[in-house]
């Protein structure tokens, strides 16, 4: 619901100060849903004609066999850029719908021995990297089954990113009391104390100019800890710079 200062039995100056203060808080609530609307309709409007911008490059890719070098350096950044803004844009579209309620969440029994080593073979078809599954039972969680994909595929996708190619990555599942378990480790670059905190937040990421050649636009972990939070669980991360990084997922287990 709403916030809202109730003051029954103040005197009338201070039932007036609630009065505005209930006001602003409503102007405030409505100008964050239309700054929402706003960021939700522009990343629609400019996917359409990007998919299509992106499309045209590579079909003229593919059938052009007279480009020189330069041409189809240009070519194919142009490609790349454009998909990384199409990517842009979905994750944007993802966090508004997340935001105002829009995304429906559809909250399950899951195993999720499945899902994870349904993530790690397609994480390992895009990638040739190889990816370990760990887990001594079935481990059960009552989450979304897509939503729950999407935030392993990132995390995974990062541990790619900020990792040698020949480093191990490996996905942990274990049942800790009344909770499930999920764990994301990678021996890649690590993420200094100070920044650990931080990553979480929309467009934050730790070094701007290695960060830009990985191709991200620092909204992955944001939407991952949307994502979660949503479903009723916590993600938090334990790393040391130049060890790796362990990303841990919490989520509630189905009552019987
Ligand atoms: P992106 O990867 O697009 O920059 P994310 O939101 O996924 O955005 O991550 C934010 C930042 O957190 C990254 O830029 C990177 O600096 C850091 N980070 C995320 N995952 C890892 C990881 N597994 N190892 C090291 N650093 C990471």
Redesign the pocket.
């Known amino acids: 619901g709403e916030a809202k200062l109730l003051l029954r039995h103040a005197p009338s100056e201070v039932k007036q100060l609630a009065q505005t203060f209930n006001m602003m808080l409503s102007r405030l609530s409505e100008a964050w849903e239309q700054q929402r609307q706003f960021v939700s309709n522009v990343s629609h409007e400019l996917r359409t004609p990007l998919t299509i911008v992106s499309g045209y490059l590579q079909s003229v890719l593919r059938r052009s066999t007279n480009l020189n070098d330069n041409q189809r350096e240009a070519l194919e950044t142009a490609t790349s850029e454009a998909e990384r803004t199409i990517h842009l844009l979905q994750d944007l579209l993802d966090l508004a719908r997340a935001d105002s309620g829009y995304i429906h969440f559809h909250l399950e029994p899951l195993i999720l021995n499945d899902l994870a080593i349904e993530a790690a073979t397609m994480a390992e078809k895009f990638s040739n990297r190889s990816i370990t599954v760990k887990a001594t039972d079935n481990v059960e969680a009552v989450a979304d089954r897509d939503r729950l994909q999407q935030v392993l595929i990132?995390?995974i996708d990062?541990?790619m990113?900020?990792?040698d190619p020949d480093d191990s990555i490996i996905l942990e599942l274990e049942r800790i009391d009344r909770q499930a378990v999920i764990r994301?480790c990678?021996r890649?670059?690590?993420?200094a104390l100070q920044?650990q905190s931080r990553?979480?937040e929309r467009f934050?990421?730790?070094?701007e100019s290695r960060?830009r050649s990985?191709?991200?636009?620092?909204?992955?972990?944001?939407i991952?800890k949307t994502f979660v939070e949503t479903m009723g669980g916590e993600i938090a991360v334990r790393?040391k710079p130049g060890a790796?990084?362990v990303?841990t997922i919490v989520l509630p287990i189905p009552q019987k």
């Not at 890649?188 to 993420?191: A, D, E, S």
């Not at 990985?214 to 944001?222: D, P």
């Open positions: 990132n995390l990062n541990a990113k900020y990792s994301v990678d890649g670059v690590g993420i920044h990553i979480f934050y990421r730790v070094d960060a990985t191709g991200g636009h620092g909204l992955g972990l944001a991952v790393s790796g990084s990303f």
